[in-house]
């Protein structure tokens, strides 16, 4: 089946620097993008999603930016902190079924791991 | 507090002993689901469950079974583990945001080994 993937497994960056996390995605039917964050020894936590109808959405100190023509997605975290040192996923949604309104199935990524140093 | 538990949290087993992983969520969730992680492939949705009596395969859904018999409980049920099942699972659950799951909430994790 269509998967989504990454660009860049990981990532190091200096505290205070911006970040940016990458993501293709293969499958034209998804109609929704997540980010996930996942700390060690922890189970992944929402950070923010998108939908495929807008190429950009904001959040506390994030912003997901969506390209349908390339089928890319990226995630950049302003102003980097030790704290965001974590995997990142990226997952996708698409309606069950031609012309389906039933979102019950997530596509995962197979993450990035960001390194944040002091 | 709010939240998604799974016991066990570590397991070690042998080939073909059956075994159960239980979740249950305090939230009042309608959906829940499972999935596994191994290195290198992410997350993989098993099961999913959009509300009681109500399941559906995810993305690797073999050699595993699931009911959903109460709003919070979404046991996972490995007839017949196998090596290959060795893994961390990680169990979720949601509510709609119009119409959709997509902000979830994920347990734990239950690390299994199957020797």
């Known amino acids: 089946g269509e998967s989504v993937g990454l660009h860049l497994p990981t990532l190091s960056v200096q505290e205070g620097d911006n970040s940016i996390i990458n993501c293709a995605y293969s499958?034209?039917?998804?109609?929704?993008f997540i980010w996930y964050k996942q700390e060690s020894g922890k189970g992944p936590q929402f950070i923010i999603d998108?939908?495929?109808?807008?190429d950009k959405r904001q959040g506390q100190r994030v912003t997901v930016l969506l390209n349908k023509t390339v089928k890319h997605l990226s995630l950049q975290i302003a102003a980097t902190q030790p704290g965001d040192s974590a995997v990142y996923f990226c997952?996708?949604?698409?309606?069950?079924?031609?012309?389906?309104?039933?979102?019950?199935?997530?596509?995962f990524g197979q993450g990035t791991i960001l390194t944040v140093h002091p | 507090e709010a939240q998604v538990t799974q016991n066990p949290r570590y397991l070690i087993t042998v080939t073909g002993k059956k075994l159960t992983v239980t979740c249950s969520q305090n939230m009042n969730h309608e959906y829940m689901s499972w999935y596994r992680q191994d290195p290198g492939l992410g997350l993989r949705q098993i099961y999913y469950?959009?509300?009681?009596?109500?399941?559906d395969k995810g993305d690797v859904p073999e050699g595993y079974k699931v009911s959903r018999k109460e709003k919070r409980n979404f046991p996972l049920i490995l007839e017949s583990p196998s090596p290959n099942q060795t893994s961390l699972y990680f169990c979720?659950?949601?509510?709609?945001?119009?119409?959709?799951?997509?902000?979830?909430?994920f347990g734990p994790g239950t690390r299994l080994t199957v020797l």
């Open positions: 998108i939908r495929s109808n807008m």
């Open positions: 469950s959009m509300n009681v009596e109500v399941t």
């Open positions: 979720a659950s949601s509510s709609p945001r119009s119409g959709v799951y997509n902000e979830q909430f």
């Open positions: 997952a996708e949604t698409a309606p069950l079924g031609a012309g389906g309104t039933s979102y019950g199935k997530l596509t």
């Open positions: 499958n034209s039917a998804s109609d929704y």
